[in-house]
């Protein structure tokens, strides 16, 4: 498995089963191996 397609799986995994997240508003805008580009609206 390549590095890309393994921070794909991680950043799933942690965000498909964490219900606050999703809750929040949470979007994945860039997943990579070492980073992570999350966006949120602050209300």
Known sequence: MDD???AELVVARMY???P???WLGI???AVGPGACVLR???R
């Open 4 to 6: 890309q397609k393994r």
């Open 20 to 22: 606050f997240s999703i």
């Open 40 to 42: 949120m609206t602050v």
């Open 16 to 18: 498909d089963n964490d």
């Open 27 to 29: 979007e994945r805008v």
